[in-house]
């Protein structure tokens, strides 16, 4: 029925085709969010406040339609909608391109671009996570998690440079059509795919709000769930609150000149490459469920370093700040979406990774609010040394949690932390917690 191998995913042709999807799909999206300012700058004379409604637009999505989005997945095959998000896209790309060169692109025009762009990659990405079990066994969703986190962070390095210079080259909208023509290779990838996907294995609709509370209810009634999810929340809250200071700490308090401040800023997206490159063998050799707790739990303190930078040698302790802080963060994020996919139900998997995401998403905007509040308030090296701190403290919920007591995911309790029990053939039967 399904491509599946007992050896390495990257033996599946399936698994090959979606991460040459999700490769193209990642550099496009992460183009496209730096194509899009420079537009908004370069042809239509955007303003400070304009600028940041647009970023806002860009990013907003997964508050606004990430639980329901969700749901809807839930009652569809997946891989056609991973299709179409693709086409759409492409389709929204051409369009901004078209307004450009008939002279009729407007910012609302690229607002309402962005916002489609954004909903699509909302579907996409809860689509894409919920589809990954279809294609591989449980035990190699470690080894994939790692290679699509290696993507995305590849895209993270490369895309602004690839930005700027295909603006540089052929215009800020045509850089578009590139950004559109992947989104196009992405499509034709997930159309190859040939392994079976089960359709919805739900009969009735109780309704959106109901069953976007049942995949809600999931994660609060799991106590693993339940304990990854404060943990993240906390850490984007506080990672949020120290990226809307770190650029003005290293100008301002530190003294940095503003090319020296990019190239340690460019640490971050390294370490999400380590961290990517080691999560799966780190697994093994810690154990599959104890990995989750302890990348924290040791790297978290790195975080203690960043505030101690200064001119000269000192700006070494920004870089292995950064760096050991990133790699534990990449390591556990992968390690814990791995466990998520599978332990849960695929009827539930979609409202569970969208309900996951909300609330870990729902922290970003606090995040930054607080660190602009902090910062005035305390000022900027005791808001960055306040946030090292609780990073620090942020695995505690884990450490609480029955993930303490387990090496490996097989040692856990599977009616207490699956919400499920199975039969002896392989069913799933929910447990009412």
Request: with cysteine; hydrophobic share 55%; net charge positive.
């Amino acid at each position: 029925m399904a491509d599946r191998t007992r050896d390495a995913p990257w033996r599946s042709t399936d698994f090959r085709l979606l991460i040459a999807g999700q490769t193209v799909t990642q550099l496009g999206t992460d183009v496209t969010a730096i194509a899009f300012p420079l537009i908004a700058v370069l042809l239509l004379d955007a303003t400070a406040w304009q600028l940041g409604a647009l970023v806002a637009v860009q990013n907003g999505a997964f508050l606004l339609v990430g639980v329901p989005a969700g749901v809807w997945l839930d009652r569809r095959r997946l891989r056609p909608v991973l299709i179409a998000t693709d086409l759409v896209r492409a389709a929204a790309l051409l369009t901004v391109t078209v307004a450009a060169a008939v002279s009729q692109l407007s910012l609302p025009l690229l607002m309402t671009a962005a916002g489609v762009l954004a909903v699509m990659r909302v579907l996409f990405d809860i689509g894409h996570q919920s589809y990954l079990p279809t294609l591989l066994d449980r035990r190699d969703l470690l080894r994939g998690n790692s290679a699509v986190e290696l993507v995305r962070s590849s895209g993270q390095v490369t895309a602004p440079s690839i930005g700027g210079w295909l603006t540089q080259l052929v215009g800020a909208t045509n850089t578009l059509l590139v950004d559109a023509a992947s989104f196009l290779v992405s499509a034709v990838c997930l159309a190859r795919i040939r392994t079976t996907e089960r359709g919805p294995t739900r009969v009735g609709r109780a309704g959106m709000v109901r069953e976007a509370r049942d995949g809600l209810r999931f994660v609060l009634a799991n106590p693993v769930l339940r304990a990854i999810a404060a943990t993240s929340a906390v850490s984007n809250l506080l990672f949020t609150a120290a990226t809307a200071l770190i650029v003005l700490f290293l100008i301002d308090t530190v003294g940095l000149r503003p090319g020296t401040a990019g190239m340690l800023l460019s640490a971050a997206p390294v370490a999400a490459l380590l961290g990517a490159a080691v999560a799966a063998r780190l697994a093994r050799r810690v154990g599959s469920a104890r990995i989750i707790w302890l990348a924290l739990a040791v790297t978290g303190p790195f975080n203690l370093l960043i505030p101690l930078t200064g001119p000269g040698w000192r700006t070494g302790f920004f870089v292995a700040g950064m760096v050991g802080g990133g790699v534990g963060q990449v390591v556990y994020g992968i390690t814990q979406v791995s466990y998520r996919q599978a332990i849960v139900p695929s009827e539930f998997l979609c409202r569970v990774n969208a309900s996951m995401r909300f609330l870990v998403m729902g922290a970003l905007p606090l995040g930054g609010l607080l660190g602009g509040a902090l910062g005035g308030a305390l000022g900027v090296r005791a808001t960055l040394l306040l946030v090292g701190a609780g990073l620090t403290l942020a695995p505690l919920p884990l450490l609480l949690s029955p993930l303490r007591r387990a090496r490996d995911l097989a040692d856990l309790t599977p009616a207490l932390e699956t919400g499920t029990r199975r039969t002896r053939r392989g069913s799933t039967a929910t447990v009412r917690p």
